[in-house]
Structure formats: C-alpha cells, structure tokens
C-alpha cells in the first residue's frame, strides 16, 4: 500500500484513529478523521493536513480507502455507504500489516488471541522473547496501536488481537497465530457465536498455528486451520505435538525431544488460567525458535499488569479479591472456581451474553451476591433460577456501597471478588478504573 497515493478516512479520533492518521499523514496520504465527538476531532488538530468531520455518514467524494477504529459498529451507515460506492473498509491492524509487508526488513509478526487471556499471554511472549535476546514489543489491543511501532526497528511484533480487529483483518497471516480460547462475548457487535469464532479463527490462518485443545471449540478450529503446522497446549498431560503440564512441570513435546520449561510454582498468575497463558506463550515462543532455557527465565520473571485476581486486603478474615478484568462470563467463570466460598460482585454490559451457564456450575460455591450496573436485573434473574438460595443484596449507589454491601454478606475464610463477568462503560470509564474504585472501596474499610 503505497500511502502517499491515497485518499483515507480515518473513522474514529480515540487513541488508534489519531496513530493512523499521525502516521498516514506523515507517509504522504491525503487524510479526513470523522467521529461523533468533536472535543476527541479537536485533540487532532496538531497533525498537519488533516481535514477534522464531525459525524460523516458517508465518505467524501475523494476517499478511496476507510480505516475504522474497533469501537464503531458493523451496522454504522458509513461502511453501508463506503460499500456502495466500492470503497474498502479495514482496521488499523490491516493497515500496519500492509505497511509492514513493504518494509525492507519487515518485523516478524507472533499473534494471540481468544476470549479470555490474551493480555497475559502477549506479556509472557514478550518476557520470553527479551530472555531470549530477542528485540521484541507488545502492542496491538494492549492499548500500543501496532502502526505505532512499525517504524522503531523491532525484530518480532507480539501483537494481540481481538475480535474486533480481526474482523477488520482479512490478509494478516502472522508467522505464529494462536487462538486460547472461546466463549460468548461481543455477540452484540457480531451478531451472534458464528461469526465471533469465524473472526478469531483468522489469527490460524498463518505459517504456524497454536490453539487451545481443552477447549473443545478452539480445538476443531485447530484441526480446521490452513496452517502448515499446528500444535496444542493442554492443562493435562500432552501428547505428541503439544504442551502441557506433567507431575505440576510445563513440558514441550511439540518441538524436539521432550523438555521440561518450568514449574508450575513459579508462574503468576498463579492457577489454571495463568498456567494456560504461559503454556500458549511458550507454545507460540517455541515455534518462533526460542529455547527452552529463554521460556523458563520469561515465565519466571513476568508478573501480571493489574486487575487481575490480584488479593487487595484481608479484613476481618475476609480476602478482597480485584478481578475487574474478568469482562465476560468464561473469565468470571475461571475466577469464581479459583475460591472455595465467595461473595460476589457482579455486574455491567453483558453485550448479549448469558451468565446462567456461568452461575449454574458456580452456584454452590457462592455465600452471597452484590450486583451493580446496567445489566444486573438479569444477573438476578440467572441467579433465581440457578442459585436461588444465594442472597442478593441490588446496588443502585457507588463501588463502595457495593463493597460494604459485601462485607455485611462474607463470613471469616471468604472471599469478597470483584469478577464482574461484564463490561465496565455503563459506570466507568474502563475495566481499570472499575477496579481502582474496588481497590478504594477496599481500602476505605482498613482506614
């Protein structure tokens, strides 16, 4: 894609619409950036030669090429419109990877995605790859646009990926792609289970495929791939052709002979979901040539980002336990099971998912429910039909009503967790800042 030849609008002026037209303005490329807000169109004022459009409908005369941001939905009339006329839209992610396909000495691009994960598992790649030497950067959905960083020099991109950017994806075909899991999430924006898998399949569609074989999913989109090589990771004992864990050590039987990477002890997050993470990023490390030493001291050394199952205080001989992350009812599912006895604090954007299948298989493990946000009447509502003996207390107020809320409920040896199973934006500005209000509400009870 020769950008000094185009005519792009730009659909979205948040952090990815303002580094693709930082970076397409500067190669040459006639630039319009539209968006419903124009105090965000404002903020891109600096760039020079880019035409700022407030709510576009439809592309101007001139565009020959729409790059949208992940935010803007499939049904918007602008790509009804682009389409029309035969204008193509991609993502930003579809942008860099043709950018980066006329670089001299492209960077080699390692893919991950699924449902629950994917920002670990990239931190542990990246953490493996530097043990290894190897000059290598997260980026992608972790908040660091991939076109950003095409210019810096790196040798290997550890690039996460979600739905979302996928969709907008059709050409990537990374060296090593891997898909750890899938549940119901984002059914709103895709409409519906199909077209959400189909969109996380594309990350298989490379050189080297990994996937997730426990699930039973992940794994019949393995067996399906196009990829020349494929290799599972499992939390049991792997065959040929896979890692898992053996006697509480990871091991490699994909690649060469059977190597012992690192113990169970030693990998944070603690529990079968980390263990699941540092299996794929070892599992996507391994097919890129790092050695097995270089996976033990990256695993070893890697510590989550925040917000994830993370112990914030003990009151009273109750834990408070922060895993605002868990967005979507597969990642509450895998928090809940991680504690013997729970009071929960549910609640938010379901974004067209169930949480009775969630609650059914939890339900025994629950001493009391808070819920909070927009979609709480029907976590209640799973909740009566599958848990109807857990009490509920509804919060209409702030975090730290919900947190006291709590407290009332938890008994000494309980956990109070924040694992909401929902998105954040009805109430918060993100997922993060859902948990730094926890982490105060907490805080509050030990003065």
């Known amino acids: 894609m020769k950008a000094d030849e185009r005519t792009v ?5 948040g952090v990815t619409g303002r580094a693709v037209a930082r970076v397409l303005s500067a190669a040459g490329a006639q630039v319009t950036v539209t968006d419903d807000d124009a105090g965000r169109l404002a903020a891109l004022a600096d760039i020079p030669g880019v035409t700022l459009a407030v709510g576009l409908t439809e592309p101007p005369e001139d565009i020959d090429l729409v790059v949208t941001s992940t935010g803007w939905r499939l049904d918007s ?3 009804a419109a682009a389409a029309e006329r035969g204008v193509e839209t991609i993502g930003e992610i579809e942008l860099a990877w043709r950018m980066s396909a006329e670089l001299s000495d492209p960077p080699t691009w390692l893919v991950v995605t699924g449902t629950n994960g994917k920002t670990t598992t990239v931190g542990m790649l990246e953490s493996i790859l530097r043990a290894a030497g190897v000059d290598a950067i997260a980026c992608g959905n972790i908040g ?26 059709p050409s990537v075909r990374p060296a090593v792609g891997a898909l750890l899991n899938l549940a119901e999430d984002h059914l709103d924006w895709h409409g519906g289970m199909a077209a959400y898998s189909a969109a996380k399949a594309r990350a298989l569609t490379g050189a080297i495929a990994v996937g ?62 980390g263990w699941a993470d540092a299996l794929a990023a070892g599992a996507v490390a391994r097919a890129y040539g790092v050695p097995s030493q270089a996976v033990r001291d990256g695993l070893t050394r890697f510590r989550p980002a925040a917000h994830r199952g993370e112990t914030i205080a003990e009151v009273d001989g109750v834990r408070y336990v922060d895993d605002s992350k868990a967005t979507n009812p597969h990642a509450a599912s895998i928090s809940l099971r991680a504690h013997e006895h729970v009071v929960w604090l549910a609640g938010g ?88 209000m926890f982490q105060a509400a907490v805080g509050a009870l030990t003065g």
Request: proline fraction near 6%.
């Open 349 to 436: 954007q379901l974004k067209g998912a169930s949480v009775d299948a969630l609650i059914a298989q939890t339900a025994h493990r629950l001493r009391g429910a808070v819920l909070i946000g927009a979609d709480r009447d029907l976590f209640a509502a799973a909740l009566a039909r599958h848990a109807p003996d857990t009490p509920v207390r509804m919060s209409d107020g702030d975090m730290t009503a919900a947190v006291r809320a709590a407290r009332t409920m938890a008994r000494p040896g309980d956990v109070v967790l924040l694992a909401p199973a929902a998105a954040s934006r009805d109430m918060f500005a993100d997922y993060a800042q859902r948990g730094e």
């Open 9 to 13: 609008l730009v659909a979205g002026a």
């Open 77 to 79: 009339p602008l790509f």
């Open 212 to 273: 997730g074989v426990d699930d039973a999913t992940v794994a019949d989109l393995l067996a399906e791939a196009p990829a020349g090589r494929k290799v599972g990771f499992t939390l049991g004992e792997p065959a040929p052709g896979q890692l898992g864990i053996r006697d509480g050590v990871l091991v490699d039987r994909a690649f060469g002979v059977a190597e012992r990477l690192v113990e169970t002890a030693g990998i944070h997050p603690a529990g079968p979901a």
């Open 144 to 169: 660091l646009p991939v076109v950003e960083v095409l210019g810096a020099g790196h040798r290997v991109l550890a690039v996460e990926l979600s739905s979302h950017q996928l969709h907008w994806s």
